[in-house]
């Protein structure tokens, strides 16, 4: 006997979150025990409601409880402008930048046939009704860096030329504050052929 | 604008969580809502269930969901042997020794005014009217070696004695497989007076 039977399946329950081993859950659910009942109840409240009611914005496929989420809707925001993300999070990093003022679009992955990631399942179809509208004069592709996230973008700007669409790809180089002596060479590559003038 | 509002109020309340910062609480509900909803139901529904359904054992206050504990029923248990520990988790550390065959009793913290934990707060009263039931032989004493429970572990070793139980003490020393050089001074005097024939 370790723990009670309610005590041990809710230590194995927490193990389901990212970067949450054995001992971690185990603080964990004897912390909440101890002293954050209230906390407790609250995140239980609260997770039960996200997973209920969270979806995907119809249009962006950012999550959203709405039909069309915060940006889609607002007048603020250029709808010339489209910037073509590979997860949610990557929204909530370029917002912080407080520079891009379009819209976005959220492919929750990228391209990978072998983890049986298709065009259907990073909203292409969704993508090209898109398209279609006719208001996005410039496509933005913000996806990582990476080989797929590069199979990803090559993707979407074959495709976005089909509707006539300038396609951009946010710029590879080395980051502000960075050593060139740690950089790896293709970062570096990268920085020299994209050059500026100064 | 960020994320929608059910989610910012899950990131939020995902932050009771120990060791969980605003960056980890993002990951961990971006992860749930992405590929973990079912087991981000599982949870909520664990979550609420052990904090309505999880009480103390009313004899060694352990975390139990019955009235008294699987350790405290037990009939494998030697009742004239009770080991008094700070926490529930301590409990589970000793007993991962297999070693120990008598009873518990969980302190749920140690003596410290300033915080409000007078032998009242630590269960005084119910281990008086244990001890007086007159089953206990030895107690062992398994407190932190800080020195809330060095006063702590005081504290009921002068409580035993007025029932004539003898009282022992962990013994502190140096760890297994540790090296000389980096041991605190304290720990190699405890250890030297401690010194055990060979």
Redesign the interface.
């Known amino acids: 006997?370790?723990?009670?039977?309610?005590?041990e399946?809710?230590i194995e329950?927490?193990r389901?979150?990212?970067?949450v081993g054995p001992k971690?859950a185990?603080?964990?659910?004897?912390?909440?025990?101890?002293r954050?009942?209230d906390?407790?109840?609250?995140?239980?409240?609260?997770?039960?409601?996200?997973?209920e009611?969270?979806g995907h914005c119809q249009q962006c496929r950012i999550?959203?409880?709405?039909e069309f989420?915060?940006?889609c809707t607002s007048m603020h925001r250029d709808p010339a402008l489209l910037c073509i993300v590979e997860?949610?999070?990557d929204v909530?990093a370029i917002?912080q930048t407080n520079i891009f003022k379009g819209k976005y679009f959220v492919l929750?992955g990228h391209l990978s046939p072998l983890d049986g990631m298709g065009p259907e399942e990073i909203g292409i179809s969704k993508l090209k009704s898109y398209f279609h509208q006719g208001n996005i004069q410039e496509v933005i592709i913000a996806t990582n860096p990476t080989v797929e996230g590069e199979a990803t973008a090559h993707y979407i700007s074959e495709l976005a030329k089909q509707y006539a669409i300038k396609v951009t790809r946010i710029a590879r180089g080395v980051a502000i504050g960075s050593e060139l002596e740690y950089i790896d060479p293709n970062t570096l590559a990268h920085a020299l052929m994209g050059r500026e003038l100064i």
Chains 1, 2 share one sequence.
Request: with cysteine.
């Open positions: 006997m370790r723990f009670s039977p309610l005590l399946q809710l329950t927490l389901c979150l990212p970067g971690t185990q603080r964990m659910a004897l912390q909440l025990l101890t954050g009942r906390n407790g109840k609250r995140l239980a409240q609260s997770l039960a409601e996200a997973i009611h969270i999550f959203s409880e709405t989420c915060e940006i997860n949610p999070i909530s917002e929750l």
